[in-house]
């Protein structure tokens, strides 16, 4: 058979639709709306429950649309003389094939292996117009008021998580919308997840949304309209130790992420920020003048319940109550073979039983030590031996929550050192490689030996800081330098940001940004 005949063979049959792989997304494309499909299957218990357009771009808004993924246990239901099954599996059909034959199913066909498949499969490779011609289509669509699109890194976390909560206490009848890379991610129930993969639901979403909110690059497909306001959080708090994006060298050397930076500088409306300095940093990094939303840190809201993110993080790693443990939270280095595109995990020279003995014999009682990777590294987790009190966080989403609930936490470049400090906990720096860092990676915003914390180029300098830590000295070193860089973190960003999205929604004049009082 070949592709330009699948209409015909199907007529008078019960059309069934085996494996989301190779051929499916042509063949939605060219008989989505054409061919009546009774079922659709997938082995992968992780899409079975889900709707066919909610995981594929090309079901999205045809009549397969709200068709759910099935187990082939559906096909006890079906009588094979009568039932015709296209196979869309690029590494399993040859099994699929034996499975349905013995089951007495004959009219199977693997739809990469029909003729003119190949001419099928170069046609629908070229997406950019489609992504240009849908883009133009869903921006005349009218913009839902009550609409609000977030992006995150995460699929539920950082500033844009905070924001959401407290936009659904203020409004429960806001639309909020979620991108996510995982569909079966837990968010709450007031939210509808869209899988970032979903190109079309992602695009129809965004056009008729009245509010963006992200902490990474809008796509460069979104076609954004005068009508529409889009808000910058960045992914960290209200201050940052590296020079970033527009304002770091790295992004000179690479066309592509310079490009997509300086678009964004173009469609931004506000950029979250809480301190003057955040502001200036964000005007050279992000190419701006005056886009500011002064409200302080949302994602850092969440420092500020911590018998709630303790009680939860404890449950989520199964911890004893009566253990205190301290976050070891090293940040990438870039890769040295590759280029500063590429991020990679260095080694970990951490001494675990030492630093271990160091908390004990310093602060008392039984501790453990949660190991959390930069997220653009962290499956190299995956890859290391730890000691038996040690335990991987680095896939926990809300790094907050970590911060939280854990005693205390060591780093090195990475910005999260600030954020336990905004709520009193000790901070130590352990950076073995500091001269080689200043040297070959990221230019710093902030001396690095002026910082409020204890520095340690080894193991033994860093055991020694532990147990020499005086917290009387450590509070006012905090203070001096918080107020020094003008951070006022209270607990209440995500609030303000919220007042001012509804503000901006229902169309009232207060847009000046100044909510930060």
Known sequence: MRWNEIEEACTAKKVILYG????????????????????????????QGQKAGDLLAEAFQTKCESIRISSAKILAGYVPEETLILVASAKRYEEIVQELKARGFTLVYVL??????????????????????YARKYAGLPINPKKVLFSSFANYADHEKY???????????????????????????????????????????????????????????????????????????????????????TFQSEPAKLASWERESRIIDYIVVGSEFDKESCKRGFGVEDKFLMAGSPRTD?????????????????????????????????????????????????????VKDALEQRFGG?????????????????????????????????????????AVTVSDYSSLMFEPAFVGKP???????????????????????????????????????????????YERKIRKFLEQYGIREDGHASERVAEFICAVTLDRKDRDGNGYQ
């Open 20 to 47: 989301l792989g190779l051929g499916i997304r042509q063949f939605l494309d060219c008989y989505g709306n054409q061919i009546p499909v009774e079922a659709m299957i997938d082995n992968d218990t992780a899409k």
């Open 112 to 133: 990469s292996l029909l003729d003119g498949f190949a001419i099928q499969l170069k046609a629908s490779e070229s997406s950019q117009q489609g992504l240009d011609e």
């Open 163 to 249: 924001i959401s909560q407290a936009l659904m206490r203020l409004r429960p009848d806001m639309d909020i919308v979620w991108l996510v890379n995982d569909l079966n991610a837990g968010l709450p129930g007031q939210v509808r997840k869209v899988l970032r993969a979903n190109w079309k639901q992602v695009l129809y979403e965004a056009e008729t949304s009245k509010v963006w909110i992200a902490d990474n690059v809008i796509p460069g497909y979104f076609l954004k309209r005068p009508e529409q306001i889009y808000i910058q959080t960045k992914h960290w708090a209200s201050i940052t130790l590296k020079k970033f994006y527009l304002d770091a060298a």
């Open 302 to 354: 969440g420092l500020f319940c911590e018998a709630q993110n303790r009680e939860k993080v404890y449950a989520y790693f199964r911890l004893p109550e009566s253990v205190q443990v301290l976050m070891y939270a090293p940040t990438y280095r870039f890769s040295k073979e590759e280029g500063k595109s590429v991020h990679q995990s260095r080694a970990i020279d951490f001494g675990y039983e030492q």
């Open 366 to 406: 039984k501790w453990m030590i949660a190991l959390r990777l930069h997220p653009s590294v962290q499956n190299a987790a995956r890859e290391m031996v730890l000691p038996d009190f040690v335990f991987d966080v680095s896939a926990y989403e809300d790094s907050e929550e970590l911060v939280s609930a854990f």
């Open 427 to 473: 901070v130590f720096l352990y950076a073995t490689d500091l001269e080689d860092y200043l040297t070959n990676e990221y230019e710093l915003l902030i001396d690095y030996r002026q910082l409020p914390f204890a520095i340690a180029e080894d193991t033994g300098q860093l055991c020694r800081n532990i147990l020499e830590f005086d917290p009387g000295q």
